[in-house]
């Protein structure tokens, strides 16, 4: 049900690039941003559902995913479950929530994380990205999920209309 749980390895080294590529997923429509430079871009999964990038010095992960939400979950079930699962005893500081849409972002274990979550298609599809990295190295790092934040674009399948 997660797309990043168990994911908080220990963390540390921070971006140097002001290279940047975007990464669209033809299954789910989305579409991010990420510095060349920072991350190594790995395969797709078989179901192609999203990707994983870990920084090249194996210190940060940035995931990005979406999945049909079969059950039919609540956005207010799934954040609580994301909650629980992932960022339980975290110190939550930024956590807004729309009508499509939330952010959970804070301090967990010495890492930080920011992980934007939006419900498409009627709440059909829960497109997902997060961002992991050491706290220590939060200043370079914040840059980089401010500008994904802009970059980033949830999906609405393969046509964009919710197909």
Not at 25 to 32: D, L, P, Q, T, V
Not at 58 to 71: I, K, P, S, W, Y
Not at 99 to 108: A, E, H, I, P, Q
Request: glycine residues 8%; proline residues 5%.
């Amino acid at each position: 049900m997660s797309l990043i749980a168990g994911t908080f390895p220990a963390l540390s080294a921070g971006p140097s690039s002001t290279d940047w590529t975007t990464y669209r997923n033809a299954r789910h429509g989305f579409s991010i941003a990420f510095p060349t430079n920072s991350f190594a871009d790995e395969p797709a999964n078989e179901n192609e559902e999203g990707r994983l990038m870990v920084s090249k010095d194996g210190n940060a992960r940035l995931l990005v995913g979406a999945f049909e939400n079969a059950d039919a979950t609540t956005m207010a079930a799934y954040r609580a479950y994301l909650l629980e699962q992932n960022y339980p005893g975290a110190e939550i500081d930024y956590a807004p929530v729309r009508d499509k849409w939330f952010v959970l972002s804070g301090t967990r274990d010495g890492t930080m994380f920011y992980e934007r979550v939006s419900f498409t298609c009627g709440g059909k599809l829960i497109n997902s990205w997060a961002l992991l990295y050491p706290s220590a190295e939060r200043r370079q790092w914040d840059r980089v999920v401010e500008r994904i934040a802009r970059t980033y674009s949830p999906g609405a399948g393969r046509t964009g209309t919710c197909d």
